[in-house]
């Protein structure tokens, strides 16, 4: 009697936590972001201008997005930008999912938001892995008109038969346009076939490999439970242990690598490129490079704000999560000295990714929010994605090139360094794979919080 009654006491807990946060951020969500037409627009290495129309000479688009001086007609690349952002995967605090091992909770809200973010982090190295920078949603931009389809084979069948019937109406069209826009449906068929794969893959539920349970389940090796608050530098590491179980076939064919101190070995690196996917493949692997790193003291340094601009800027860069003191944030741009980010704070209803054609919509943010750095959390992860070694060597130049660039006079914030961890007299990854930190590490992690840093 003593412990249903407890699990109901959790129960209520965790539904006031739910309402509590979607009355505290969901007024956030719904705020107009407002945009400068002077300034460029960086997002994930792509760069947007807002123009007015007497300084575009083509046709001009009237944004939906609001803009200052929001009378001015928006032309240029505003509705490009906004299918950029919205097709970003958006993952959030979930409630009435299948209850975690161990616990009572069935959401994640109030404690859940940088494993959130990490798994954002994690989302968009995938995209460019499977689907490329250039891939966009097909329905991003009817996003926030919630009455539509959602994007499934048969509105591509739809699509296709209707496309197709056009061109028999025609007169003798050329038989090379109707292969050409037979292959762009056959695409984008399969692209959205990978986008919901992928989307999958973070469900919350025990069985997807990204999902919050399966992190969980990594993080308590490190001494975490559900219910914590887990930092950035953590769930770098529970990433990749979560990357390197995976079994799924599509998989095996990415990596993830941690730094260590703020040093990424480019020997250890390639190592984890050059591990066979197979037999009968010897191509390298690609790999996510996630550096914990800490951008000033108790408070953040405005001086490294270039830095966390130049790395934006970077078409390696797959974000950024921090944030506010036990608020985690995904960063993926920025404005001027602003910072353009997805929230996982707004609790949303449980979809079960099991089913066929699972709705999208709730995965993908109708808008972007925007942050002064200064407002930033110190501790932060920094992630980049290559597809393979000489991608890495390229990425490392470039992103040395930017570390140059923005410490002056100071020590960069992490550097490449030729050979491998043991060189220099450090371990390299646990031979216990099992083992994410030791004894004394556990212990700390257990204290841990966005106040003090671990050099994992």
């Known amino acids: 009697m003593e412990a249903a ?40 290495g792509k760069c947007y201008h807002f123009k007015s129309e007497e300084e575009n000479e083509t046709a001009p688009v009237r944004s939906r997005w609001p803009v200052e001086n929001d009378h001015v007609v928006i032309s240029g690349n505003v509705e490009e930008f906004r299918r950029d952002f919205i097709s970003r995967i958006w993952l959030t605090y979930r409630e009435e999912f299948p209850q975690i091992e161990g616990s009572a909770l069935t959401t994640d809200c109030g404690w859940g938001c940088t494993l959130r973010t990490g798994q954002m982090l994690l989302a968009q190295g995938l995209v460019l892995h499977f689907l490329g920078r250039a891939w966009t949603w097909p329905d991003a931009l009817d996003i926030e008109t919630s009455d539509y389809e959602s994007w499934t084979s048969h509105t591509v069948k739809k699509l296709t038969a209707s496309f197709e019937a056009s061109l028999v109406g025609e007169r003798g069209p050329p038989s090379i346009l109707k292969e050409t826009c037979r292959r762009s449906f056959e695409d984008e068929g399969r692209n959205e076939i990978c986008h919901r794969k992928i989307i999958s893959w973070f469900g919350d539920s025990p069985l997807a490999c990204f999902g919050l349970h399966q992190l969980i389940e990594y993080g308590k090796k490190s001494g975490k439970a559900a219910g914590d608050w887990y930092g950035p530098a953590v769930v770098a590491h529970i990433l990749r242990k979560a990357v390197e179980e995976a079994r799924q076939p599509d998989l095996q064919g990415i990596t993830i690598y941690v730094a260590q101190d703020c040093t990424v070995y480019k020997a250890d690196v390639i190592d984890k490129q050059c591990i066979s996917k197979g037999s009968e493949n010897t191509e390298d692997k690609a790999v996510i490079i996630l550096v914990p790193v800490r951008l000033g003291g108790e408070r953040t340094n405005t001086d490294y704000l270039e830095f966390v601009k130049g790395i934006l800027s970077l078409e390696y860069c797959v974000g950024i999560i921090g944030g506010k003191p036990k608020q985690s944030y995904y960063f993926a741009g920025f404005q001027d000295d602003s910072l353009i980010y997805m929230d996982p704070h707004y609790c949303q209803s449980f979809v079960d990714v099991s089913i066929k054609d699972f709705p999208l919509e709730s995965f993908h943010c109708p808008s972007p929010k925007k942050m ?49 961890a043991r060189d220099y007299d450090f371990t390299s990854t646990p031979t216990n794979e099992d083992d994410l930190f030791s004894e004394d590490e556990k212990k700390k992690l257990k204290r841990f919080s966005t106040e003090e840093f671990v050099l994992l």
């Open 5 to 44: 009654g407890t699990d109901e006491v959790d129960k209520l807990k965790t539904k006031f936590m739910s309402a509590w946060n979607n009355m505290k951020y969901s007024w956030v969500l719904k705020t107009k972001t407002y945009f400068s037409r002077n300034s460029p627009v960086l997002l994930l």
């Open 372 to 420: 002064s750095f200064r407002k930033m959390d110190p501790s932060c992860t920094v992630g980049f994605y290559c597809r393979n070694s000489q991608d890495f060597e390229r990425a490392s130049e470039e992103i040395t090139k930017v570390l140059k660039a923005s410490s002056r006079e100071k020590y960069p914030l992490f550097t490449f360094v030729k050979g491998r």
